[in-house]
Every structure is written in structure tokens, then in C-alpha cells.
């Protein structure tokens, strides 16, 4: 068993572990944070793989912004997590056991599981050598995958316009920030000199 | 790998829904006042107009662009022209009602042609990835329409259920896909037929069953239907009408592209699949239903039963199949639309009604509609010779072709059991005491509602067109 | 010309129909009735042409009407002389009516719906009689049958109108039955409907056997008795005759029309049409001679001792009817088509002539409530007088030529054939019989003592009728509009029989005809009738001239001997009087076990059983089932997204333990 070996089970076996606390963690912090460390491990997995660019973009995007969005929400929101799980006790038998069927299915399926000749010929698509990872990628992502991309791109667009649209509120007795206002402002209209009268008080 | 503008040629209506509602977008963002729609429901009109009629350019024997993953063929152009229908008559259904529920925004518009867009990549999809893209992107769209009224407790919890079930579906959907994707080693959907070649593994069955099971979910069939009742009855009824027409073209167009694309060979394996859900749907939609008393909430049950029936012609998995499910969800979309337009001329003074017992004695205070939507709800039962019975005579006709007997015959007695709802509510509409009277529909309801019901009821003079075009789809699909 | 006789009444008809209550009833009266004399006038143009003229026969042909495989049907019609003979009877007497209809119902307040039903009736009958085909025919035959059932229960608040009615039409469902039997099995034999292709095919089928309920029977007579078995229940002969009284509830005009002159002559015209079909079936003749004779006899008893003045002559077409038949079935169709031609003046004028009666004594039917009315209505007087010595066949009349004809034929065929000696025996009794209820009809309704109720009785029952006579209760000459129909029928009463029995029957035979009647080769009736012993002709005359004299002797001379011999022999009278007990009969037979049937499937099959299990039952376990199903819905989110990964759970365990195959 050689290094790299180790560490995919390693990564793997955190990773698996990590994303079961996610849902079995009683505090949502925690569970966001498992979820960085299930993210950072992915990353690892990524990076055994040879895919350097892939690792960091995880790293930066998911961890660095999603994430740490996702905990900033979770810290903000009082959200009673124990109620929502009331009636988890209730279903738990009935859960537990189409729960351990599926799994022991799905297990079967992978002790079953081959590939089909095809697979195992096109398994790997090596990048040739002189190639960086990301220059790879610049080069098929707009020209194979343009269409996948541009879709993707529309994609994000959607959820977007979804965010803005159903939590954007014009409420119109907020006070808002209006730049154009603030650079168009000039000394005339922002102060006004007032000659105050010395030693007579207010 | 062929020249971006013979692919862009290939795929001009998409492309025109992308860049129309990019533009739509700046128009709404930067125009309209207050965000109000202002005209940008009309010019989304105006760009699905454009696209459908792009539709009829260039017709040709199926090409495969985009380094595979779209597909221009005769199935995919008659699919796209359904949900294109479904889109536009949406529209035409949204323009007033959302102006008297005070949500014209001008971003429905165009989560409508981005949902559109989703749909029409999604029927072309010809890898998994490109399906998997067109899904969400069709999917996203929908789950915040469906939450629109976003001041409405039923309009948002309708939203977060869907939401929160549609991503466990694409979950499902994903899960099979990696399963497929790791038997075969390719997404192509036509690599994926290759490499099965006529003998199923475990995985690649147990891939089957959850892309199925994730497709099964936007199609709405049992079991995994339950959010459409919520749904249906909580967001707002032209959206409801969307979800009802033409959301639901693109999950059976993808459907049957999936399995008869990907999975030629192994027939007996995914018939079992659908005869399995396609049973559970007629059974559901037709008990379920009888019990219900909003309208809309009743339609969620029938489009389920429909879409069970519809699966019947798919089940039987021939080509003749596949054209009776084309004439099915030509007509069903006919039939819904024509319903959904009825259901927005439910108006007592500002308010939408939306109860079965507000329909009571229609047909002596507005006896024109009382006609229409008795119409539609006779073709719904299926009852010759309207429209809806020569729909389900293909599909059953198509079933008792492959041998699938039992099949049929489950079908016959629900669509009987289903009578019993539809025929109440022209018992309603008929012989109960007037409720109060209707405000007068907007023009464009009244129209959509005019011409789906001489399409419905006249069908059986011509139905000439709607069979040769289903005929050469199909043909194009196999 | 022959489209527009047969389509001016459908137009009438739906005019009057569509229109008649915004008309009002002045003008649905005037169109129907100008458009029926527009086409009568035709009609007789038209008889002049082919019947008298030279004008050969013709089809024209109106359109396709079915094209189903072999079976191929053409609205055409039919003109030769039966046509126009049918054709000049019908109209005529159809417009008369018309016309005396607008004096006799002109107090009724839906009028436009009783001409607008008249002319439906006409229209029905033309495509009957000018029907090219078998189908076309069973069109018109069902028409009529409409228009009948219709115009009987005219009065429809009246409940035996209605039972009438139903019972008309129910009576004719069994003939009709056999009739449409009858065209299958023409059908089956022949290939088609169309009469031309028939009538080829006929001569060929003679002998030709087949197989029906285990037996092997002469395809032509099966045939034939089916067909005949339509032309009873039309024409009420024997057993199905039923209906025919009953019917006189109805307008009187309606009955002068439909279920004197016109209708109930349609199963003449249908076996004289059938003619070269019959002429291959012997026995059938027989059958048809022996019902007709049966039938004359039969209703002229019961016609004896009737009362009320409609039911007398309504037995009197009964019998007349059987005379018809008799002359069919002794292979004289032009004798039964003469005779139909002649009673449909006179039968048509007894009605209207009655009509005229009631309408004079206010509605009131009952012969013993009358008397002495031929100083109070001399013109009715005259016209009825005229009608019966037409019916009894006084010499010179029109009856004369064509009853006494068919009883010498009948006598003709006696001289080889049982059933002729049975016809022969039978209508000459009924001849007698005729004329002494004739005459008995006359005598208690012109002659003796007036018994017009002057009491309070009659006031509240006049009152009650709304009648709109303020001024006067006694009787009274009907208006001129009435009387010119009844002059006119008078007229044709008179001479119908003297001028054209030359060409129906007489030497103008084949000129006349031109093979619109066929007769087989070894049929010679005609020459045959006429060469019989010169007592046998005078027979007819001594009957009607001794039930005119017993007539006159029992109601005029000695009042009072009728009641003395109805008590002598209560046991026949009763007999006679409620009509042979066919009604009761029936009735214990058919409707009573009909009625039992019907509760039992009713009640206990479809009710218990059929509703229990069925659609009551299922309703019930459907509706189990929805509230099941519906508490499946319960909105919780984990609930739905634990539906779907059970339904996952199970396909992926159905595909592990069933394996994959």
C-alpha cells in the first residue's frame, strides 16, 4: 500500500465520517462545521486525483464563501433545530428499517457492481504533460463545453433572480445608501454654517 | 467538431429564450417602475412566440450538436412545441391575474422563459449532464414561481416543499446518474445504450430506478407526487397552470427520451418501473380526487392520473406507444389549459374563488362557460367523442399491442372511477343552486378557454395532423 | 313535382313546428293546409299522368342515405300507379282534413302543434307510399307510427288519450318487429333492399328452403308472414287489432285521417307492393285471406252493438280492412288497392260526418245520448246517409264496385280452396253485419226521439268543456269550412267506384297498372271473379238490403227490440260488447306477466342485485378507499419525502428479489 493509497482512505474515512455528523451533530454550528471539514477532505481527495485546480476552487469557494456564508446564517437565525426534529423518535423504527434495507441494497449493488468494457477502457482521460490543470480546463470549457457551461451559467442565473425575488424588500421607510446622491452632495447643501453667538450660552 | 454557428442553428430557439430573457431581464431591471411587469409579460409572450415559431425553421433528420450533448431531431421540435404552448397560454393566463393579486412583477415573466429554456434544453438533452443541467435549470425556476406570492403563507410553504422534495429528487436523479456514469464510463445517453448492449447489470438497473425515481418526481406519478396537491393548490393558479402543462411535456419528453435512447435494450427492466408507477398514478388520481373540494387541488389528483395514463403508451415501449403518448400530452395539454382558463374566470368580485361548490348552477348565470368547462371536463373523463377519449384509446390501444393486457384493463376501470369527479362537477355546474355569479373573464382567458374547447370538442372531425406529426416524432425518437 | 308532393307537408311540418307559437294558430293553419292542397293538387296531376296518361314509371332518385358494405341505400321514390293512387288517396283525404280540422279544433288552443303533427303524418305517409326500398319504407312506416302516436295522444292531459296512445304504439312495436324481421331476412336472402332488385331475385327464390329454429321452412313464406305480420299490427287485423278502437281517442279528424283513410291502409299498400313476393308464397296467401276474413267478421260482431259513435266505425275500418286483406290474399291486389281507394272517401267522410256529429252534440260520443238529429243537422244528415249506403255497397256507390268485387273473388277462390269457401262464408255474413250497424248508427243518431240532455247535468258538463258556445245548446250545423270537406268526400263516396272501377279492376286493367302490381302466371282472379253464377253477385246485395231492413225494423219501426234481444242473450251481447274479451285477454297474457316481469328484474335484479353490488355498492367502497387515500396527504414534508424513498425502496427490492431478468 503505497502513500497515496493512505490518504484516500484517510480523506475518505473523515470525509464519510464528517458528513454523518453533519446530520447527526445536535448543534448547527457544529454541523456547518463538519460540513467544512467534509469539504476540506473532498479537496484533499481532489488533489490525490492530480486535479489541483479543482482542490483549491473547493477550498476557496465552498469553504471559503459558501460555508462561512452558511454559518453566518445559521449564527443568525434562531432556529430551534430541537423542535423541527420532534417526531424523529416517532418514525424512527419505521425510518430505521427502510433506512437499513436501502443501505444493505445498495450495498449489495456495490459488491455486485462491475463496469462495463467500455468504462474500463475510458477510464482515465490524462491531461497531457505539458498542460497545466487550469490552462485544461480554459480549453474545453469554451469550446466542448460551451453549451454545458452557458447552461450552468443560466443555472446560477435562476437561483439568482429566485434569491432577489422572493427576499428583496423595497420597504420605504428604510434609510438606504445612494451613491450617486452621496457623490453629488457638495458642501453647500451638507452644511450649513451657523453663526453661534459667543458667551451666551444655548 | 462542427462550427459553434451550425450548433447555435441547430438551437435557435434556445437560443433566443437565453437571450431574450437576458434582455427582458435589463429591460425589467432598469424600465419598469417599481419592478411592476409594465410590458414585459408581453414581450415574453412575443419571445416564445418567436421561438415556437423557430421550431419550423430548419426541420431535418436529427442532428447532434455541441459535442453531443443536444439533440435537434422531430420528437424533441414536437415536445418543445407543447411546452411552448404551455408557456405562452401561461402567460396569456398570468396577465391579469397577476395584476389584481398585486405580484406583477416584472421577474415572472422571465423565470417563466428561463423555466421554458430549462424545459426545451432538458427535452434536448442528449447526455446526462445536459439533462441533469436542463432539470435545474427548468427546476429552480419553477420552485420560486411556485413561491411568487411570497406574502401568501400557502404560496411559500407550497415553494419550500417543493424545493426542499425537488432537491431530494435531483439528489435521487444525480445518484443514478454516477451509478450509470461509473458502469458505463461515458454520459452520453447513446454511449450508455452501447455499453448496456442488451444485457442488464445490477447497477446500471439500480441507476434506472433512481434517474427514474428523480424524473418521477417532475412528472408528479405515485409515489413520488406527494408535494403536487400542496403545490398545485398554493401557488398562484396561471403557475399552477405551468406546473400542470408544461412542466410536465418536458418530464415525459426526457422520460422517454432517457429510456428509449439509453436503455433500447433492456425494455422488460424499465416497463416494469412504469407499469409499476403508472398503475399507483391512475389509481391515486382517480380515488384521491373524488374526495377533494378545491378545484385546483383536484386537478393536482388528475394530472397524476393523467400522467399515469400517459405512461401506459410508454410502458408498452414501441413506437406506437410513443406516438400515443404524444397524442395524449398533445391533447391533455389542451384539455388543461382550457380547465386551468376556466379556473381563472372564477371571480367574485376581486377575489379568485377556487371551490368546487362555487361552480354550483354556472350554467345558469354564465352558460356559455358552464359549456366550455363541461366540455373540458367530459374530455377530461374521456367520454366519446370529445378529445380525451381518442387520447386515452392510443394509449390503451398501444398497451394491448405490446400484450400488456392487465395493464389496459387497470387503466379502462380507473379512468371509470375517474368519471365519477369529473362528471360531479358538471352535476355541479348544472343542477345545483346558483352560487354567485362570475365577473366577466379577461379577454385572453376567455379566449384560451374558446379555443381549447372547439379544439377538444371538434378533434374527432380532423385529427388527421396530430396523428401524422406524433406518427414521425415517434419514428424520429427510435 | 313528385319531390314537391312529397316535401310541401315536411315543410308545413316544420314551419308550423318551428314556428307555429310565434305564428299563432290562424296562420300554421292556412300554410299547412295551402301547402297539403298545393300538393293534393299535384298529386292528382301527377295520377292523371301515370295512372290515366301514359307517363312511365319513374324513380328519381334524392340522395345516398347509407353505404355500409353490401348494404346500399337510396332516398328515392318510387312513382307508378300504386304510387299515385296512394298518392292522390293520401293527399286528398289529408287536405280535407286539414281544412275541416280548422272548423272542427278551432277552439283548441294548440292548434299550430296539431297541424304542424297533421303534416308530419302526411309527409310520413308520401315516403311510405313512394318508398323504392324496403328501409325507406320502414322509414315512413315508423313515421307514421310517430305521427299517430303523437296525434292520439293530441289531448295529452286526458290520461286514456294517453294510454291510447301507448297502446297504439306499443301494439305496432310487435308488427313493426316482424316487419323489420322481414327486411333482414329479404336482406339475407337477396342481397338488398332496393324493390327493383327484390323483385328480380323473387321468382328465383320460390322453393328455396331455410333453416330457422331447428327446421327447415320455404324461405318466401317465412318471409312473407314476417312481412305480413307488419301489415297486421298496421292495419290492426286479427290480434293485433287492439290498438285501432282506443285510437278513437284521438281528434276525430285524426282518426278520420290516420286510422281511417290513410295509415291503417299502409299494410294494404305494403303486401300489394310486396305483390310479386307473395305471389311466390302461397301459404302466406292463405294465411293473409284467412286473418282478413277473420277480421271482417270479427270486428263487424262487435261493431254490432258499440255505443259510442266512433267505436262503430272504427270496428267498421277494422272489417273493412279484412275485406282488403281478403282480396290480397286471394291474389286481387288491385281489388284490395280499389277498395282501399273507395273506403278512403267514404270511411273518411263517416269520420268527418261523425265529427261533425260531436262537434254539433258538443262532444258528446255516446250514440244512445243522440236521435233525431237529421232535422237539426240535415246536411250531416245527408252526407252520413251517403257514406253508409257507400259502405253497405248500395248499387252504384263507390263500396258497390269494390266490396262486392272482393266477395266475388273470394267466391271465385272457393271453388278450389278451403280458406276461399271460409272467406267467401265469412264476409258475406259480415257484409250483412255491415250494413245493419250502418244503418243502426244512422237510425239511433238522425232518427226517433231526441235525447239531448237538457238537464243541469249537461249544463256542468258543457261548462266544464269550455266550449265557447254561449248562446245555444242545442245542436247545431256544423260551420261551412267543415261542410266543404264532407261535400267533397260525398262526392267521391258517390262516384269513385263508377268511374275508375274500369281501370282498377275492370277491362282498363293493364293500361291502368302498366306492372306496378305483379301477378303470378297461373293467377287469374280477375277473369275468374267474373265468371261466376250470376246469384253469387246478388248475394252482397240481399245481405245489405236484410241488415237494412233489420236495421230499420229494430231502431225505427219497433223501438226497444234491440234491449229485448241483448237481454234474451245477455251471455253474447256481453260477448260482443266488450269486444270478444281480447282486451281482457291480453292484458291476462301479456301485460300483467309484463308488469310482473318487469317488477321482479326491477326491484329484485337491477335494484338489489345489479345496484347493491354494482354501482351502489362500488360507490360505496370507492369512497372508502378516497378517505384512505386522502389521509395520505397529511403536508408534512418528511412524510412526502419518506413516501418517495419508500417507493424507491421497494422498485430497487422488487428488482433484487424478483432478480433481474
Not at chain 1, 463496469?115 to 505539458?130: E, F, K, R, T
Not at chain 2, 366540455?375 to 394491448?400: D, E, Q, R, T
Not at chain 3, 323473387?202 to 331447428?214: D, E, T, V, Y
Not at chain 3, 266544464?464 to 268526400?489: F, K, N, R, Y
Request: aromatic letters at 12%; one cysteine or more; charged letters at 10%.
Amino acid at each position: 500500500m503505497n502513500v497515496a493509497a493512505v490518504f484516500f482512505y484517510l480523506f475518505s474515512a473523515i470525509m464519510l465520517a464528517s458528513a454523518f455528523m453533519v446530520i447527526a451533530a445536535k448543534n448547527p454550528v457544529h454541523s456547518v462545521l463538519f460540513l467544512i471539514l467534509a469539504f476540506v477532505n473532498a479537496s484533499g481527495l481532489f488533489l490525490l486525483m492530480g486535479a489541483e485546480f479543482l482542490a483549491m476552487i473547493l477550498v476557496v469557494v465552498y469553504v471559503g464563501a459558501v460555508a462561512v456564508l452558511f454559518l453566518f446564517v445559521v449564527m443568525m437565525l434562531d432556529v430551534d433545530f430541537a423542535e423541527l426534529k420532534q417526531g424523529f423518535l416517532q418514525y424512527l423504527p419505521l425510518g430505521s428499517v427502510i433506512g437499513i434495507v436501502v443501505a444493505i441494497e445498495l450495498l449489495l449493488v456495490m459488491v455486485g457492481f462491475t463496469q462495463s468494457d467500455a468504462a474500463l477502457g475510458a477510464g482515465a482521460s490524462p491531461i497531457q504533460a505539458n498542460v497545466s490543470n487550469t490552462e485544461a480546463l480554459g480549453l474545453v470549457l469554451y469550446t466542448k463545453y460551451v453549451y454545458l457551461f452557458q447552461a450552468s451559467g443560466l443555472v446560477l442565473l435562476t437561483a439568482m433572480i429566485g434569491a432577489i425575488v422572493l427576499t428583496l424588500r423595497h420597504k420605504p421607510d428604510v434609510k438606504r445608501q445612494v451613491i450617486a446622491d452621496q457623490n453629488a452632495r457638495t458642501r453647500a447643501d451638507a452644511i450649513e454654517i451657523k453663526k453661534a453667538p459667543s458667551r451666551a450660552g444655548v | 467538431m462542427t462550427p459553434i454557428s451550425f450548433a447555435l442553428a441547430h438551437s435557435l430557439p434556445e437560443v433566443v429564450l437565453a437571450v431574450g430573457a437576458l434582455a427582458l431581464l435589463m429591460l425589467g431591471v432598469f424600465r419598469a417602475r417599481d419592478g411592476r411587469d409594465w410590458i414585459i409579460s408581453e414581450c415574453a409572450i412575443a419571445v416564445l412566440g418567436l421561438a415556437f415559431l423557430l421550431l419550423f425553421v430548419g426541420a431535418g433528420p436529427k442532428v447532434v450538436v455541441f459535442d453531443g450533448a443536444f439533440i435537434d431531431d422531430a420528437y424533441g421540435r414536437y415536445m418543445k412545441g407543447l411546452a411552448l404552448i404551455g408557456s405562452i397560454v401561461t402567460l396569456l393566463l398570468s396577465l391579469d391575474y397577476m395584476r389584481r393579486e398585486k405580484i406583477d412583477l416584472f421577474e415572472f415573466p422571465v423565470l417563466v422563459i428561463l423555466a421554458t429554456l430549462g424545459m426545451l434544453m432538458l427535452i434536448s438533452a442528449q447526455t446526462l449532464i445536459s439533462l441533469y443541467l436542463g432539470l435545474e435549470l427548468m427546476s429552480l425556476a419553477l420552485y420560486v414561481i411556485a413561491a411568487f406570492h411570497r406574502d401568501n403563507v400557502r404560496a411559500s410553504e407550497a415553494g419550500l416543499k417543493y424545493f426542499a422534495l425537488g432537491a431530494l429528487s435531483s439528489g435521487m436523479l444525480l445518484y443514478g446518474a454516477s451509478l450509470l456514469y461509473g458502469f458505463a464510463g461515458t454520459v452520453s445517453l447513446q454511449g450508455i445504450a452501447a455499453a448496456i448492449n442488451g444485457k442488464a447489470n445490477i447497477g446500471v438497473i439500480f441507476g434506472l430506478v433512481f434517474m427514474l425515481a428523480g424524473l418521477s418526481f417532475k412528472m408528479s406519478v405515485v409515489p413520488f407526487h406527494m408535494w403536487t396537491p400542496d403545490v398545485y393548490e398554493g401557488a398562484p393558479t396561471p403557475v399552477t397552470a405551468f406546473f400542470a402543462s408544461a412542466a410536465k411535456m418536458a418530464a415525459v419528453a426526457i422520460t422517454m427520451r432517457l429510456v428509449v435512447t439509453a436503455f433500447p435494450g433492456v425494455t422488460d427492466q424499465w416497463r416494469q418501473i412504469l407499469i409499476f408507477v403508472s398503475i399507483l398514478s391512475m389509481a391515486l388520481g382517480a380515488f384521491a380526487a373524488i374526495g377533494q373540494t378545491n378545484i385546483k387541488r383536484l386537478m393536482a389528483y388528475s394530472s397524476i392520473g393523467h400522467m399515469g395514463f400517459a405512461l401506459v403508451g410508454l410502458a408498452a415501449g414501441t413506437e406506437q406507444g410513443v406516438q400515443g403518448v404524444l397524442v395524449y400530452l398533445s391533447i391533455y395539454l389542451t384539455m388543461t389549459l382550457g380547465t386551468f382558463a376556466a379556473i381563472l374566470s372564477m371571480r367574485v368580485g376581486d377575489v379568485y374563488v377556487e371551490k368546487i361548490s362555487d361552480l354550483a348552477g354556472l350554467s345558469r348565470t354564465n352558460g356559455t362557460m358552464a359549456l366550455f368547462l363541461s366540455a373540458m371536463m367530459l374530455s377530461l373523463a374521456g367520454i366519446p367523442p370529445l378529445a380525451g377519449f381518442f387520447a386515452k384509446w392510443y394509449v390503451f390501444n398501444a398497451a394491448i399491442q405490446a400484450h400488456l393486457y392487465p395493464l389496459a384493463v387497470i387503466g379502462v376501470l380507473m379512468s371509470v372511477v375517474a368519471c365519477f369527479y369529473y362528471l360531479r362537477i358538471v352535476k355541479v355546474i348544472y343542477f345545483d343552486e346558483p352560487a354567485p355569479g362570475f365577473e366577466r373573464a379577461s379577454p385572453a382567458v376567455t379566449a384560451v378557454l374558446i379555443v381549447a374547447s372547439l379544439l377538444v370538442v371538434f378533434f374527432s372531425f380532423w385529427p388527421g395532423p396530430l396523428d401524422v406529426a406524433a406518427a414521425a416524432a415517434a419514428k424520429s425518437l427510435f | 313535382m313528385y319531390t314537391a308532393i312529397v316535401f310541401l307537408p315536411l315543410l308545413g311540418f316544420l314551419i308550423a313546428g318551428a314556428f307555429g307559437r310565434s305564428l299563432g294558430p290562424r296562420p300554421s293553419e292556412l300554410v299547412t293546409t295551402s301547402l297539403l292542397v298545393i300538393s293534393a293538387i299535384l298529386s292528382w296531376i301527377a295520377f292523371i299522368h301515370v295512372g290515366l296518361g301514359e307517363a312511365p314509371a319513374s324513380t328519381p332518385v334524392l340522395g345516398a342515405w347509407i353505404n355500409s358494405g353490401a348494404l346500399n341505400i337510396e332516398w328515392a321514390l318510387r312513382i307508378d300507379t300504386l304510387t299515385v293512387v296512394m298518392l292522390v288517396v293520401v293527399t286528398s283525404v289529408s287536405c280535407l282534413v286539414h281544412l275541416y280540422s280548422i272548423g272542427y279544433m278551432h277552439e283548441d288552443p294548440s292548434r299550430p302543434r296539431f297541424f304542424a303533427y297533421l303534416s308530419l303524418f302526411t309527409f310520413a305517409m308520401l315516403m311510405l307510399v313512394t318508398a323504392d326500398n324496403l328501409v325507406q319504407m320502414f322509414f315512413g312506416w315508423e313515421g307514421v307510427g310517430l305521427a299517430s302516436y303523437l296525434l292520439i295522444g293530441f289531448w295529452y292531459e286526458k290520461p286514456s288519450a294517453c294510454a291510447a296512445a301507448i297502446k297504439a304504439f306499443v301494439v305496432n312495436r310487435v308488427g313493426d318487429f316482424g316487419f323489420a324481421l322481414g327486411i333482414f331476412l329479404v336482406f339475407a336472402l337477396t342481397g338488398s333492399v332496393a324493390f327493383d332488385t327484390i323483385f328480380a331475385a323473387a321468382p328465383g327464390l320460390a322453393g328455396k328452403q331455410i333453416h330457422i329454429f331447428g327446421m327447415n321452412a320455404d324461405a318466401m313464406t317465412v318471409t312473407c308472414l314476417l312481412l305480413f305480420m307488419g301489415a297486421m299490427g298496421k292495419s290492426a287485423q286479427f290480434l293485433l287489432h287492439t290498438w285501432l278502437p282506443d285510437a278513437m281517442e284521438g281528434p276525430t279528424p285524426v282518426s278520420a285521417l290516420i286510422h281511417a283513410a290513410t295509415m291503417v291502409t299502409a299494410g294494404v299498400f305494403m303486401v300489394a307492393r310486396l305483390s310479386p313476393l307473395f305471389e311466390q308464397a302461397p301459404v302466406a296467401l292463405t294465411f293473409v285471406t284467412i286473418v282478413g276474413a277473420t277480421t271482417a267478421f270479427f270486428a263487424a260482431t262487435i261493431g254490432l252493438v258499440q255505443n259510442d259513435i266512433k267505436r262503430v266505425i272504427a270496428y267498421s275500418t277494422c272489417s273493412q280492412l279484412g275485406y282488403m286483406f281478403v282480396a290480397l290474399g286471394v291474389g286481387g291486389y288491385s281489388l284490395g288497392i280499389f277498395h282501399l281507394f273507395t273506403h278512403a272517401f267514404f270511411k273518411a267522410l263517416l269520420f268527418l260526418g261523425a265529427g261533425s256529429v260531436i262537434h254539433a252534440m258538443h262532444h258528446e260520443q255516446d250514440m244512445r245520448k243522440m236521435g233525431g238529429l237529421r232535422k237539426d243537422i240535415p246536411f250531416t244528415f245527408a252526407m252520413m246517409t251517403i257514406g253508409t249506403l257507400a259502405l253497405t255497397g248500395f248499387p252504384f256507390t263507390a263500396g258497390y264496385y269494390s266490396k262486392d268485387a272482393i266477395i266475388e273473388a273470394a267466391y271465385a277462390t272457393s271453388l278450389h280452396s278451403g280458406a276461399g269457401v271460409y272467406a267467401f262464408l265469412l264476409t258475406v255474413i259480415a257484409a250483412g253485419f255491415t250494413s245493419f250497424y250502418s244503418w243502426r248508427l244512422v237510425f239511433m243518431t238522425f232518427f226517433g226521439e231526441r235525447h239531448v240532455a237538457h238537464d243541469d247535468r249537461g249544463h256542468a258538463a258543457h261548462a266544464h268543456d269550455d266550449h265557447g258556445h254561449g248562446h245555444d245548446h242545442a245542436p247545431h250545423e256544423s260551420p261551412l269550412v267543415m261542410l266543404i270537406p264532407l261535400a267533397l268526400l260525398g262526392f267521391g263516396a258517390l262516384f269513385a267506384g263508377l268511374v275508375f272501377s274500369s281501370s282498377f279492376i275492370g277491362h282498363g286493367y293493364e293500361e291502368f297498372w302498366k306492372k306496378a302490381l305483379y301477378s303470378g302466371p297461373g293467377n287469374h282472379i280477375l277473369y275468374a271473379m267474373h265468371e261466376i253464377p250470376e246469384a253469387v253477385g246478388y248475394v252482397p246485395f240481399v245481405m245489405m238490403a236484410g241488415g237494412f231492413l233489420l236495421a230499420l225494423y229494430v231502431y225505427v219501426i219497433a223501438p226497444g227490440t234491440a234491449k229485448r234481444i241483448a237481454d234474451a242473450n245477455p251471455l253474447l251481447y256481453r260477448f260482443l260488447l266488450n269486444k270478444w274479451y281480447f282486451d281482457e285477454l291480453y292484458d291476462l297474457i301479456f301485460v300483467r306477466p309484463a308488469f310482473w316481469l318487469g317488477r321482479l328484474f326491477w326491484k329484485g335484479g337491477d335494484g338489489r342485485i345489479i345496484d347493491g353490488l354494482g354501482p351502489d355498492g362500488i360507490s360505496a367502497r370507492v369512497i372508502d378507499v378516497t378517505n384512505r387515500v386522502v389521509r395520505l396527504q397529511t403536508g408534512y414534508l418528511y412524510h412526502y419525502a419518506f413516501a418517495m424513498l419508500i417507493g424507491v425502496a421497494a422498485l430497487i427490492s422488487w428488482y433484487l428479489v424478483g432478480g433481474v431478468r
